[in-house]
């Protein structure tokens, strides 16, 4: 193996292990800050001995052994470590007496309970949804703060300081890094899941900018939620966030044009769906419906969202779709998880079922509410009920009050778009 593919090797694994090696550490010396340094010196260090002595059998068992030999050495070397700190040393000295047997057993620890408990811990609900959002992508993730800025449209430096106010929180708290259990994990998997959803949608649909997705977010909360699942096989709502995800992404290529137009779920081209992720997020969906039982009224709101995407994804046509079926759904959702949001979604799949008069008395009965006052959907979504009963020129305020409100360039000029279709129609 020649130089550059032995660093090419280093990188892939890194990357590959780092999750899992901070994941780790940090439930070992109870810092993220401090852990991540380790996982970077155990880089260093391999970028150093790997292209003179060849790839490891195991990098990563090679990788963390590393690490918790730098570890001991920084505890050892400073002798004003709190008393805590020396247990730790002297805990992790004997476990390395044999260098060897380390390298070996490095990885015998149970590592994926420890990654779940790094998430967890990132994901902690005293930590607001950005700033877990932010930290989830930083140590889980491995993106940088620039590509976290980048994907939230965010200052690098802003970014910086939420991640460092996050992991500063985390410390004072004396938050252990070790998984949640019983009904301390069900209490806190919301949490989890609510942060990785949202990862997801701000890729899936952008809430500010020039680019209506932004597919690079929508891969990693993929990836976060395929690491959940791994972890927690037999939870139906982490089945259900990933088939949810796994569906939603599906159509990423279809939902915007040749030059970026937002393309609606009713007049997308099905071809360009991706079939293969619709069977994976089918093939999670069946797993979860497995652990719950075949009824509605089990299921928590992440399985019955993955079941209301699992109604567009078996219609190979638009108008194949089971509307009545989505509605439903929707009428159980409100019940599991009620909001604002959920009712105008309802409305939109009543409307859709039932007529646009069924619609629109739905959205009358929620049209005050607080968060939805200067939420663009809600306009759009009466503008289009207007529009589909005939009532054009009621319509077409509608449209431009929703452009008024949206912040992303795309979604503003297709609510511009339909409000001039509004004057054109005979």
Same mark, same amino acid.
């Given at each position: ?71 001991? !050495? ?24 044999? @260098? ?107 809430? @500010? ?6 597919? %690079? ?39 915007? %044009? ?41 299921? %928590? ?55 646009? !008069? ?21 306009? @759009? ?46």
């Amino acid at each position: 193996m020649t130089a550059g593919e032995t660093h090419r090797a280093i990188e892939a694994t890194f990357r590959i292990e780092r999750a899992r090696l901070i994941a780790g550490l940090a439930r070992i010396v109870r810092n993220v800050d401090l852990a991540e340094e380790l996982a970077q010196d155990a880089l260093v260090t391999a970028l150093a001995e790997w292209p003179r002595t060849g790839v490891p059998t195991k990098p990563g068992a090679w990788l963390m052994a590393v690490a918790k030999r730098r570890a001991i !050495d920084a505890l050892r070397r400073d002798k004003m470590r709190e008393r805590k700190h020396e247990e730790i040393a002297r805990t992790l000295d004997e476990r390395s007496n044999d @260098a060897a047997l380390a390298i070996e057993a490095a990885l015998d620890d149970d590592l994926g309970d420890e990654l779940l408990g790094l998430i967890f811990a990132a994901c902690h609900p005293m930590l607001s949804p950005d700033a877990r959002a932010a930290l989830t992508l930083r140590v889980v993730g491995g993106l940088t703060t620039d590509e976290i800025a980048r994907a939230f449209l965010s200052s690098e430096a802003a970014i910086a300081q939420r991640i460092v106010r996050a992991k500063k929180t985390i410390a004072k708290a004396g938050l252990g890094f070790e998984t949640p259990r019983g009904e301390e994990r069900a209490a806190r998997l919301p949490s989890v899941l609510e942060v990785v959803y949202l990862i997801f949608n701000e890729g899936y649909a952008a809430t @500010a900018g020039d680019d209506l997705v932004r597919p %690079g977010l929508c891969l990693e909360a993929q990836r976060l939620g395929r690491i959940l699942a791994g972890l927690m096989p037999r939870d139906p709502e982490v089945l259900g966030l990933l088939a949810l995800m796994e569906i939603q992404a599906s159509r990423l290529r279809a939902r915007t %044009g040749p030059d970026g137009a937002f393309i609606p779920l009713t007049e997308q081209n099905r071809a360009r769906w991706d079939y293969l992720l619709i069977g994976r997020g089918l093939e999670a969906l069946a797993r979860a419906e497995a652990l719950r039982g075949p009824e509605m009224g089990d299921w %928590g709101p992440y399985v019955l969202q993955a079941e209301l995407a699992a109604c567009h994804a078996r219609a190979r046509q638009a108008a194949d779709t089971d509307w009545a079926r989505i509605a439903g759904l929707y009428d159980r959702l409100r019940v599991v998880a009620a909001s604002p949001v959920v009712d105008l979604n309802r409305a939109i799949a009543h409307s859709m079922a039932f007529g646009p !008069d069924a619609g629109l008395r739905l959205l009358d009965e929620i049209a005050a509410a607080d968060a939805l006052r200067n939420y663009a959907p809600l306009p @759009a979504a009466k503008g289009d009920f207007l529009f589909r009963a005939g009532r054009l020129a009621e319509a077409r305020p509608e449209f431009e009050a929703a452009a008024r409100l949206a912040r992303n360039a795309r979604e503003r000029a297709f609510l511009l778009a339909r409000a001039e279709a509004c004057l054109n129609q005979p």
